[in-house]
């Protein structure tokens, strides 16, 4: 069975206002512009979340709000999850075989350095997830479980500046 696990690490962010707690950075205006492009090429390639989890950052949260915009996906579909914030990847690989069985497509969005050091265990070609990046893994795996522990029948990377 073919499961898809889509990896978003958030737009550029915002450093105008010092002080700002991290999880309140909001997007910068580079951010707000390259999320929704990243969202139109993804509906672009007809891809369809079944579930869409974020990070509590405001930056992930604005990220995934204005993708699942672009996806047709509701933003009161989107769900919080507190581990996406600071998780090492043992802690993304748990959430990943958490997922419920009957989703298909899930799409996670976070942070770096630990979204790319997530994908790079899918992928050794991927050793840099550049802001608002797109990395899509697609396996073939009876559960999400399962499919943690598989190498990805496919993996692509995709980002604003390579388009």
Known sequence: MKRTLILVR????????QGLPDRARPLA??????????????????????LILSSPACRALSTARLLAHEL???ANGIVIDERLYGAD????????GEL?????????????????????RFSGK??????CAVACFTF??????????????TAVLDYPKKG
């Open 126 to 131: 991927i050793t840099r997830m550049p802001t």
């Open 72 to 74: 047709g996906y509701p």
């Open 100 to 120: 419920g069985d009957e989703f298909r497509c899930v799409m996670l969005f976070g942070h770096d350095p630990e979204f790319t050091d997530f994908a790079h």
């Open 10 to 17: 958030h737009g550029k962010s915002s450093w105008e206002e």
């Open 89 to 96: 990847v043992r802690t993304l690989i748990e959430v990943m």
């Open 140 to 153: 073939d795996a009876p559960s999400w479980s399962a499919a943690a522990s598989q190498r990805p029948v």
């Open 29 to 50: 205006e580079r951010g707000l512009r390259d999320a929704p492009l990243m969202g139109r090429r993804l509906a672009h390639d007809k891809v369809r979340p079944d």
